[in-house]
């Protein structure tokens, strides 16, 4: 067609609920012309479509209706924008079904979902899944502008999975080529326990630090006070709010240097840690060995 052949720099296709990218001939979203379908073309620049012929003939009464308004979207504001990424970790693949990404576009509220993942050995390696998910709403046409950030997000069909979100800002480059590609910012997902522990201090005995590990099962403020054998505070910490996860490793697990709250060396000897996370408190023993 006029205006459109040469001036298209993307497609996008209806599905059931949401639109999907084709990248090329033969792609899963690729689908045959029928009467009813919505597509979005993504034009470098504008200008004028006429179609004129007879009606369809290959209309199907099970066709898709159209998601979008037939007043489109104009390209002189905002372009539909198709996202792609990573979510990258160990049995990544085999915990993939039924995982959802969320992208949430927080200048404009919109949040759309997507499930459909990609099979791309070349692009990304065997620990990872790609996802794509198009940054348009069905409903108000309104799709992601340049400046505007986004938040992407996923859900996992086990409660024992967690990813934390990650944000990015729609660029200039992005609305130009009609796609944002996030495959150095992947997400990772990480376990969530199922119960809260407090673990053993290690080293113990130490001198003068110790790592204290703890799990979470779910999102908590978390307090460390440290006590001598005379039930006296030594020391006290705020951890903070911390998300459910597991906290084990050096750079996670509470750090203590051995001082109390004056900043001074505690002497050697046998001290209590009273861990406390929303609801959950426990207690331990530790010993300073100089």
């Known amino acids: 067609l006029e205006g459109i052949a040469g001036n298209v720099s993307a497609i996008t296709v209806s599905g059931s609920k949401a639109f999907k990218p084709v990248r090329g001939t033969g792609d899963a979203s690729d689908i045959p012309i029928i009467g009813g379908q919505s597509f979005i073309l993504n034009a470098r620049q504008a200008a004028t479509v006429v179609i004129s012929g007879d009606g369809w003939y290959n209309y199907s009464g099970t066709a898709i209706p159209p998601l979008l308004s037939l007043t489109g979207i104009g390209v002189e504001d905002t372009t539909p924008v198709a996202l792609t990424g990573s979510i990258v970790g160990k049995d990544t693949r085999t915990n993939s079904g039924g995982l959802r990404v969320i992208v949430k576009n927080l200048s404009t509220g919109i949040t ?17 899944v790609g996802y794509q998910v198009t940054v348009v709403d069905v409903e108000t046409g309104q799709a992601a502008q340049i400046g505007d950030i986004l938040e992407i997000s996923v859900r996992f069909p086990s409660p024992l999975i967690g990813v934390q979100p990650l944000w990015y800002t729609v660029t200039a480059e992005d609305v130009l080529r009609s796609r944002v590609e996030l495959p150095a910012l992947a997400l990772v997902p990480y376990e969530i326990p199922s119960e809260t522990e407090l673990l053993a201090n290690y080293p113990n005995p130490f001198n003068p630090d110790t790592w204290i590990p703890y799990r979470l099962a779910e999102d908590a403020f978390v307090t460390l006070t440290i006590y001598d054998l005379s039930g006296q505070v030594v020391r006290r910490l705020n951890v903070g709010h911390r998300i459910a996860a597991v ?21 050697s000897g046998v001290y209590f840690y009273h861990f406390s996370a929303g609801e959950y408190s426990a207690t331990r023993r530790m010993v300073i060995l100089k």
């Open 112 to 128: 759309v979902t997507g499930d459909e993942h990609l099979s791309l050995p070349d692009r990304w390696g065997s620990t990872e």
């Open 247 to 267: 906290y084990e490793s050096r750079s996670k697990a509470i750090h203590w240097d051995g001082r109390n709250n004056l900043g001074e060396q505690v002497a």
